[in-house]
């Protein structure tokens, strides 16, 4: 798999699609969708819209981030996808350095760590705070 990290199972009908509604949306996770809000609410608290967009840009990435079962990093999110633009890298840079200054997750249930071991996470700059 090119070295990514191994992914859990498809998600389960949640009702969350991966990138409606321009939030971040653990997209390979199981994890039911009281999980999933808690998660995107705690993210944008703590991140920030990098100077270099404005939220009426359409740009958007899409993160493989690895997780702890202390709901920690595990190692530097890998991108999957993204708008080929210099936006696109400000989005990338600007996700990756809020999935770092908001963790802990705690929302994230550790008997549940296998369904959120890997999540893929959509991100637009409606994901970040103005």
């Known amino acids: 798999m090119?070295?990514?990290p191994e992914?859990?199972?498809p998600p389960?009908?949640?009702g969350a699609q991966p990138?409606?509604?321009g939030d971040a949306t653990p997209a390979t996770s199981n994890l039911a969708s009281n999980l999933v809000e808690p998660f995107r609410r705690h993210l944008k608290t703590c991140s920030k819209l990098p100077?270099?967009?404005?939220?009426s840009d359409n740009v958007s990435v899409k993160l493989r981030v690895p997780m702890t079962s202390d709901g920690r990093l595990a190692g530097e999110p890998a991108l999957i996808e993204g708008s080929a633009s210099?936006?696109?890298?400000?989005?990338?840079?600007?996700a990756i350095a809020a999935l770092?200054?908001?963790q802990p997750y705690p929302m994230l249930p550790a008997d549940r760590y296998g369904e959120w071991k890997v999540l893929d996470l959509s991100f637009t700059p409606h994901d970040f705070s103005p």
Request: aromatic share 0%.
């Open 2 to 4: 090119l070295g990514l």
């Open 7 to 9: 992914a859990p199972p």
């Open 12 to 14: 389960a009908a949640s």
């Open 19 to 21: 990138g409606e509604g």
């Open 51 to 55: 100077a270099a967009l404005s939220p």
């Open 86 to 94: 210099i936006k696109g890298v400000e989005l990338m840079r600007g």
């Open 100 to 102: 770092a200054a908001c």
